[in-house]
């Protein structure tokens, strides 16, 4: 109980961190942290329980969502992802998301929410990774985009338009 009370707390701290930076609304190349292992290397478990690791999706232009059910700016742009997912898919682009909440909540949200991309979810190694990958602050949404070589070329904090992210993702559909 105490273990759940501190994370929904941690929780609730990023989602206004994220909102904060929503607001900033800054998209940056990506700096690789000092030392980080290869990120598409990370494993995540699927809605059933079974690891996938995001290596999986290399040789597509690969957007790395991380959001949570209680987040409303994450909650916000999932419609426009399942868009340029369903208008971009066939061009090599593949959206994965990665849930900040346990399975049985994420599997539920999908249903209802027809979600046209995988989804994966998890708690204290996501928050890691997304450290990892410079997100200081563990605030949502938080955003990767991989190159079809697998190289992380951009992270964005905050709910990202499907405009603004359009734009990232016809750069590197075109190379």
């Known amino acids: 109980m105490k273990r759940t009370v501190v994370f929904l707390l941690v929780a609730l701290a990023a989602a206004g961190g994220g909102y904060a930076m929503h607001l900033a609304r800054a998209t940056a190349p990506a700096a690789p942290v000092a030392g980080a292992r290869d990120p598409l290397m990370a494993s995540f478990k699927d809605l059933e329980g079974n690891p ?25 742009e999932i419609p426009a992802f399942m868009e340029l997912q369903r208008q971009l898919g066939k061009s090599g682009v593949q959206f ?12 539920a949200f999908v249903r209802q929410h027809e979600l046209n991309y995988p989804t994966l979810a998890g708690e204290e190694d996501v928050a890691r990774y997304m450290q990892e990958q410079g997100n200081k602050i563990g605030a949502l949404p938080f955003t990767l985009v991989f190159d079809r070589a697998g190289t992380l070329r951009h992270t964005h904090q905050g709910e990202w338009s499907a405009e603004a992210l359009g734009k990232v993702l016809a750069a590197y559909l075109a190379k």
């Not at 994965?96 to 599997?107: H, I, M, N, T, Y």
């Open 52 to 76: 996938r690791a995001l290596a999986q999706w290399r040789g597509q232009v690969l957007v790395v969502n991380f959001w949570a059910t209680w987040c409303p700016p994450c909650l916000k």
């Open 96 to 107: 994965v998301g990665v849930a900040l909440d346990g399975r049985a909540e994420v599997a």
